[in-house]
């Protein structure tokens, strides 16, 4: 007996494994489900009706399914005809038997159609706002694929549909200004335990020409948005064009760029949360990658042009990582490589920050300067090409705000120049700092050693000063100003040795100041050139709107020397002061008992003045001068010189008119030669009062003059018919009278 139900349960396992074996792979036709599937599908939408020749019954022995699949099926979508290369529709065991028709699921593929097929299929199941926006993204193309539909328990469709498939040669318009062209990818579904979604893998595809091949999107669907998280790899050319439309997706300020040119290899990551109305939220994105040639034409900056003076607004970068990383908060930039500001490369390093609430940069790197010039003014510091140089810093700036230098060092050989909590305004003026260590060389001579702090009041102390740029700077009205005017300040100031770029070096230099609303509005400094002689100079305030400056100095070649046109210059004894306004400022300088050569002006007015033996001295031993006086106001660059003269045995000098530093020198005048000649004929009775005058100083042998260009080359012009001194020849004469009776008093 137990035989018996063992045979039998064998043979009804064969054949049920036989059935099954059958069932599964071969299939039974049957016109049971034909009618039912129709109307169902019409139930689903009512635009959508299913063709069909025949039906074919399966099983699906892993789920217990039947699969029902239609034979040479088509869907018509408003009388739009799709054909499919299958569709399966999956129903419970259970629906064989009984006439009620539960729908699990559906699976519908179709071969290589046009991509605008896809919103006649999804129109089926997908909410109408995205059909349209699928309508409207996708401009062309070709698509082939499966989708997969499910079913609830009441017939209608499920959330968790998905499509696995391919689009080829496709045209994507993203935006207006942002399109995909030639775009081939594959899709497929995937699935966890969190959600369900899709992966887009990109095998061909641009962007403005950029190559998008490796590129991957993968799509989570959670409750209420979809996630994104994309890889896009970019290779290619890159232009100004298209990085404008790309800042524009990206919220990049690019208003400082001119022009943009270059070769980029990078990978982007892209993520964001996509509602149901397509909606962005929570948006971040971070580029990586190598730029190989880059041009960028930026705007001419003057601040850097200050201290590189061959910066070109037009940098080039080479062999440079890009990393590039944008938060809710800020924008992460990090570039590493090469840089050209001129005719040589660099290597460089630099972190950008960018905060998006205060509209703040902080910026820090390291950039190697051996193949730049660099130029310090203020330190009479210069670097030429290919002396071994980095500068490193760290700073926060609000552009038209504020710059502050948090940290910077720039070593070159044994010089070195330290800033540290530096904060400036909009105008670059200083608002208050912390310590400022500063070691310069110059032609392998050091002329600058001193260390600048603050705390109570600034303290600066050290071996040696360079004052050159000062003292270019002293005859100069301008308005640019080295502290704002909320920086108020005690300075005490103490060098062993001051430079003056002669061989008049200041010894044993002390200073001390006060600086209110950034200006100094009291200064007393002192110095020796030598153990008798001394220089000394005050400032004080005398009204809120006028300050004094005075100068005294037993040696006058150091201020001199910054005349352009003035080449020799030995001895002499100088007073300066000076009434300063913020408008404007008057003043008075006299020079004494000094000599001058090599003034190639004076001698060139000396020859055209048939005056060649006067012309000789000048270029040989000099001519010297009893007296030089010269009142003047100035504005911005601009020296206006009043009524001035200068004194000596062998000519006398009267002149007036301007000098636009650095552009432009016009001046007009009288020379007198041989003034003791003028005194001769003077003490001539009645001949003398005929030609002279009655007034002393009135004389015969003066020659006016007019010289006007660029410092280094003055065009001259004389007037050798003049002969009767005008006006301001008396005054001249009057003053060596004047001077004459002031000597004899001090004998």
Do not use: C
Not at 100 to 116: G, M, P, R, T
């Amino acid at each position: 007996m137990s035989k018996f139900f063992l045979r039998f349960f064998l043979i009804v396992l064969i054949v049920v494994v036989s059935a099954t074996i059958f069932l599964s792979y071969f299939g039974i036709e049957t016109d049971k489900f034909d009618g039912l599937i129709k109307s169902k599908a019409n139930e689903v939408n009512r635009y959508v009706k299913l063709g069909f020749k025949k039906t074919k019954i399966h099983i699906n022995p892993t789920e217990f399914n039947l699969v029902v699949k239609l034979q040479n099926p088509k869907i018509l979508v408003k009388k739009n005809e799709i054909i499919l290369s299958k569709l399966d529709l999956f129903l419970p065991l259970k629906s064989f038997f009984s006439s009620n028709f539960l729908l699990k699921k559906a699976e519908v593929a179709f071969v290589k159609n046009d991509i605008k097929d896809l919103t006649k299929i999804t129109s089926i199941f997908l909410p109408n706002i995205v059909n349209k926006k699928l309508n409207k993204v996708f401009h062309k193309g070709n698509l082939e694929g499966e989708f997969i539909i499910p079913f609830e328990s009441d017939g209608s469709i499920g959330k968790d549909y998905g499509f696995s498939g391919k689009v080829s040669d496709a045209s994507i318009n993203l935006t207006k200004e942002f399109s995909i062209k030639q775009l081939t990818t594959e899709i497929n579904h995937v699935k966890d335990a969190d959600a369900d979604g899709f992966k887009i893998t990109v095998k061909k595809g641009s962007i403005y020409n950029l190559e998008l091949a490796g590129s991957t999107i993968n799509l989570k669907r959670k409750k209420n948005e979809t996630k994104v998280k994309s890889l896009l790899k970019t290779k290619g050319k890159l232009n100004f064009s298209q990085i404008k439309k790309i800042s524009t997706l990206f919220a990049l300020n690019t208003s400082n760029l001119k022009d943009v040119n270059g070769t980029v290899d990078l990978k982007t990551n892209i993520n964001f949360d996509l509602s149901k109305q397509f909606k962005i939220g929570n948006l971040s994105y971070s580029i990586e990658g190598d730029i190989a040639y880059l041009e960028i034409h930026t705007e001419e900056r003057r601040i850097i042009k200050k201290y590189l003076p061959e910066f070109d607004p037009k940098i080039i970068l080479k062999d440079t990582n890009i990393k590039l990383i944008n938060s809710k908060s800020n924008n992460t930039t990090e570039l590493n490589g090469f840089i050209k500001v001129k005719d040589y490369f660099n290597n460089f390093k630099i972190k950008e920050i960018y905060n998006y609430n205060e509209k703040s940069f902080d910026i820090n790197g390291i950039i190697d300067l051996t193949n730049s010039k660099v130029k310090v003014s203020r330190l009479n510091y210069n670097k030429d090409y290919g002396k071994k140089s980095e500068i490193n810093f760290d700073v926060n700036f609000v552009l038209d705000k504020y710059f502050n230098i948090n940290n910077l060092n720039f070593l070159a050989d044994k010089t070195r120049i330290h800033l540290s909590n530096i904060k400036l305004n909009k105008n670059f003026e200083v608002k208050d700092f912390k310590k400022l260590e500063i070691k310069t060389f110059e032609n392998e001579i050091k002329n600058n050693d001193f260390l600048v702090k603050k705390s109570e009041k600034v303290t600066i102390s050290g071996e040696v000063f360079d004052v050159q740029p000062l003292l270019k700077s002293l005859y100069k009205k301008s308005d640019k100003k080295t502290f704002s005017k909320n920086f108020n300040s005690e300075i005490k100031i103490n060098f062993n040795k001051v430079l003056t770029g002669t061989n008049d070096d200041v010894f044993n230099f002390a200073m001390i100041a006060a600086i209110n609303k950034g200006s100094y509005d009291k200064l007393s400094l002192k110095g020796n050139f030598s153990e008798n002689e001394i220089i000394e100079m005050t400032i004080y305030q005398v009204d809120n709107d006028k300050k004094i400056l005075q100068v005294i100095s037993d040696r006058a070649r150091p201020f001199v020397k910054n005349f352009d046109f003035i080449k020799g210059f030995e001895g002499g004894k100088l007073e300066y002061e000076s009434y300063i306004s913020k408008e404007a400022s008057n003043s008075n300088l006299i020079i004494r008992d000094f000599k001058v050569s090599k003034v190639p002006a004076l001698a060139k007015l000396l020859t055209l003045a048939s005056l060649q033996g006067i012309a000789d001295t000048l270029s040989g031993e000099g001519i010297r001068f009893e007296t030089f006086e010269m009142k003047s106001n100035s504005k911005g660059n601009v020296l206006n010189i009043e009524e001035s003269f200068a004194l000596g045995p062998a000519v006398s000098i009267l002149f007036n008119g301007y000098i636009d530093k650095g552009k432009i020198v016009s001046l007009s005048g009288t020379l007198v030669p041989a003034r003791t000649v003028n005194k001769v004929i003077g003490w001539i009775p009645v001949v003398g009062k005929i030609l002279i005058g009655s007034k002393v100083g009135e004389g015969v042998f003066g020659v006016s003059f007019k010289m006007k260009g660029p410092p280094k080359n003055i065009k001259t012009t004389v007037n050798p018919i003049k002969t009767l001194t005008p006006r301001f020849i008396t005054r001249m004469l009057e003053k060596i009278k004047s001077t004459k009776n002031k000597n004899e008093e001090t004998k």
